[in-house]
């Protein structure tokens, strides 16, 4: 069986790529029998799988990003006769000749619509019901992501198939103090802090970490350590950091290699995650 797999976002940042990166690898360590086909919308990224035999890899030119998947994937699909075509990111090309599956991280823009822009929410609306209808099967990483795609898109419960997520094997508390240290001293962290890990958006529901924050601080001493890329409407989330005055004791170390997360939760006091 030949499996096509789309990875136009691979150059991208986020959870989602983490996600796309850790299912190919693994994918491809425990199975030599399929034939994969791995399409780039970045010829940087040739090369990026060549030590399996399995696998092969080609370049869809498109910059749009619908044109690329639906014009570009289908072509391929046809050229290379591709039996599966599998998008870790939700989208799928709705007139290849092969059966669709896709992941769906979850529902937000149905469930909270009012936290995105207007075009996100009309592409949305428009798009995603037919992504639905036209996939032979549908991944969700919860019980919840499944509820609700019953419930404001009523889809079948026969496409949805709950796959849980896992940890990589690197996250792991870390004990080693010399380790601890060294990553400590390269952010130059404080002694006691509370973390919080995400892109910044209102999802993330970090006006209210920081309204928390203001609270509690100067009853306890201890700082707020955040990582993460800037996403969308993030300007009135990181303004309320100097409103509040809390310039000194909220420490934005941005986006941080995947390889140092494991020491940042570890130094950690706790992990704070409220969203929405």
Known sequence: MKIGIMLRHMNELGGIVVYTKNIIDNLLEIDNKNEYVLLYNNPSLLGTYSKYKNIKEVVISFRNKLLWDQIGVPGVVRSEKIDIIFNPKLSIPLFAPAKKIFTLPGLEQFVLPNVFSWYDRLYSHIMEPLYFKRANAIIVMTEKAKTDLKKYLNVSNNK??????????????????????????????????????????????????????????????????????????YVRDLELVKKLKLQNDVINLGFVPDDDLPYLYSLARCLLFPSL
């Open 160 to 233: 949805i198939n709950v796959i849980y997520a896992s940890h990589h094997k690197r996250f792991e508390a870390v004990k080693n103090k010399k380790d601890l240290q060294t990553i400590k001293q390269k952010y130059n962290l404080p002694e006691s802090y509370i973390f919080f890990i995400g892109g910044i958006t209102p999802l993330k529901n970090f006006s209210n970490i920081i309204k928390a924050f203001k609270i509690i601080k100067d009853k306890i001493p201890i700082k707020l350590v955040m990582v993460g890329f800037k996403r969308w409407k």
